[in-house]
């Protein structure tokens, strides 16, 4: 799915800002029939839940209405009108005055509705939408939703961060001409010191069969360096620029539709020319291996929750580099399309997760691993959970494919890939990914009861991303013990696949302002030494290709008595302040610059 732009033949209005908002509780049967009552105004993009004073709303369960006025620019006069969401957690039904005009399941990826002769230009229309943040065993993320001796729903979920909901992206209208470009794809490719862009354009509309397709590539200078015709080639751009982790270098794909010799309909594609591969035990970027340092994130901020807000985007970005990190994972779910943009202007590398966290029931048996129950049995995940998590796999892929930034597809994180049914359940999703996009190598990120020796999917992989807590969770405050345990492990998971392995979470709950001399968990010196024995298991081992920390920063997490206001294994806490480990980091990985540790040379 193409991302919304304003071209020579393209218009778009922003609908951000205050819309009224109801809980469906409270907003009558048919809350899209007139004005919301009573008046509470929410903001998008936002999570609505730590807006308000009112719990009734924070532990909301079920649908919320938010609603807006629009009025369609009076230009668009014959144009098509599309009306385009960037995410709705979980679930969306759209209202156009009394008119249900979509609906969407899956919260982080958009989805539009076509509104041409629905609305009419100049003229204003209620836009009213319904969002659920319900999970069950048939949605992605998964959850149970059950109803309490009061008769209110209560939910609950697999993972620790909090349930955030909302229509947390930018909400755009946009027009197209009748006959448009639906979607572009772009492969990158070297052939010395030349690029090549393999292209194709999908036309849509009225004369989607007669139109003739051209494209060029423009550097940027906004000189054109190569050109094409037809729905489909290749272009060989000399002497290219290439997309480089902390280098990035971006050319436009402009593409124009004619019709009798007229431009209908013209659309600028961004992309980088870069190569991806796994060689070995070898992670390949431009043919070069590549160490990935840096972290797995969220997108969370107080207030906002999980609402994008290009502040936060803008810091991160900058804190990240200041410790070194060349990269990030989207844990547990797609990032906002404006993060990967982000990414691919600045050069950092993206490791991009699906929302498939928590298909795990034997987390929920502790640290045992002896799940209650089976996790992918028919009556827990089975069969209709996967094509749901194989509609959420298409729709992330199509959004995000013609990222340079993103270098990988994790698939889910933790699952229970030491149990029967795993591979059963993983085999049709790593099958749909490779045919989806057969040039990023697939990743999943392993929960600590997966081991070496019981994993079951790990062959089918291209990289094993493995979280592990010794000296946290296990062998808590004994680092000396969590060392050889740790190590024993990864050599495992090297042994037994001969594929790169990395760490994608380690971490510590830490407090800022906790300081001790001993081995003190919660202590900024335990976080501290706890990473560097990590680093000294992670220089030993040859085959290993990159760090991950867990967390960027403090984020909140679902209530309960397990975590106080959050997850505190942040190196900045959840304002963006570092704790000691920061600078422990910085120090290490500007040292390193994107090599691996044994052909670091000393800062
Ligand atoms: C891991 C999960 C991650 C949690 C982390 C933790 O992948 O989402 O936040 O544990 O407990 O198992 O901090």
């Keep these: 799915m193409l991302s919304p732009r304003t071209t020579p033949t393209r218009d778009l209005v922003g609908l951000d800002g205050l819309w009224r908002f109801a809980l469906g509780t409270r907003a009558g049967a048919t809350p899209w029939a007139s004005r919301l009552a009573p008046p509470l105004e929410v903001p998008v993009p936002a999570s609505y839940n730590d807006l308000f004073v009112d719990p009734e709303i924070r532990d909301h369960v079920g649908v919320v209405w938010y609603q807006r006025d629009v009025r369609v620019p009076r230009g668009w006069t014959g144009e098509r009108v599309i009306l385009r969401f960037g995410s709705v957690t979980h679930a969306a039904q759209v209202y156009v005055d009394q008119r249900l005009v979509a609906e969407h399941t899956g919260g982080y990826t958009p989805f539009e509705a076509d509104l041409t002769g629905v609305v009419e230009p100049g003229a204003e229309f209620r836009l009213t939408v319904g969002v659920d943040n319900r999970l069950t065993n048939v949605t992605i993320p998964p959850g149970t939703v059950t109803t309490g001796p009061d008769g209110r729903e209560r939910q609950s979920y697999l993972h620790d961060f909090y349930n955030y909901a909302g229509i947390a992206r930018p909400v755009r209208l946009y027009s197209t001409p009748t006959t448009f470009v639906e979607d572009v794809t772009v492969v990158t490719g070297r052939d010395g010191t030349a690029g090549t862009v393999q292209y194709r354009v999908e036309a849509d509309g009225e004369h989607a069969d007669t139109v003739t397709v051209r494209v060029r590539a423009v550097d940027e200078s906004g000189r054109t360096v190569a050109e094409g015709h037809g729905p489909e080639g290749v272009l060989r751009i000399e002497d290219v620029t290439l997309w480089q982790p902390g280098a990035a270098y971006l050319y436009d794909l402009v593409v124009e539709l004619t019709v009798d010799g ?342």
């Design 262 to 603: 007229e431009t209908v309909d013209s659309y600028t594609q961004p992309f980088g020319v870069r190569t991806v591969l796994v060689r070995g035990t070898d992670f390949l970027i431009n043919g070069e291996p590549f160490y990935f340092t840096g972290f797995g994130k969220h997108e969370d901020t107080p207030v906002r929750g999980k609402g994008h807000d290009d502040a936060y985007l803008v810091h991160d970005f900058q804190l990240m580099e200041w410790t070194g990190a060349n990269s990030f994972r989207t844990s547990h779910y797609p990032y906002a399309e404006e993060v990967l943009d982000f990414a691919d202007r600045h050069g950092i590398v993206v490791i991009d997760e699906t929302a498939a966290v928590g298909l795990n029931l034997g987390v929920q048996g502790g640290l045992t691993g002896v799940p209650p129950t089976p996790t992918f049995a028919p009556e827990n995940f089975g069969g209709t959970t996967r094509d749901v998590h194989a509609q959420h796999l298409r729709e992330l892929i199509e959004r995000d494919r013609n990222h340079p930034s993103v270098v990988m597809w994790c698939l889910a994180n933790e699952p229970a890939s030491n149990e029967d049914g795993a591979r059963d359940y993983f085999e049709p999703l790593v099958e749909l990914a490779r045919k989806l996009d057969p040039t990023r190598p697939l990743t999943y990120a392993a929960v600590m009861f997966a081991t070496p020796q019981n994993d079951q999917i790990g062959d089918l992989f291209d990289v094993l991303s493995i979280n592990r807590y010794y000296g946290w969770y296990l062998f808590t405050g004994d680092l000396a013990t969590a060392e050889g345990y740790l190590e024993q492990d990864l050599r495992g998971w090297v042994q037994r696949f001969g594929k790169p392995v990395m760490m994608s979470e380690y971490g510590a709950d830490t407090q800022p302002g906790l300081h001790s001399v001993w081995d003190t968990p919660w202590s900024e010196e335990y976080q501290s030494d706890f990473l560097a024995m990590y680093h000294r298991v992670f220089d030993r081992i040859p085959e290993f290709v990159g760090e991950h920390v867990w967390n960027f920063a403090d984020f909140q997490t679902s209530p309960g008595i397990h975590r106080v206001d959050g997850n505190k294994k942040g190196v900045f806490t959840r304002d963006r302040k570092p704790k000691s480990a920061a600078s422990a980091l910085r120090r290490r990985w500007h040292g390193l610059d994107g090599r691996k540790p044994g052909e670091a040379t000393a800062d």
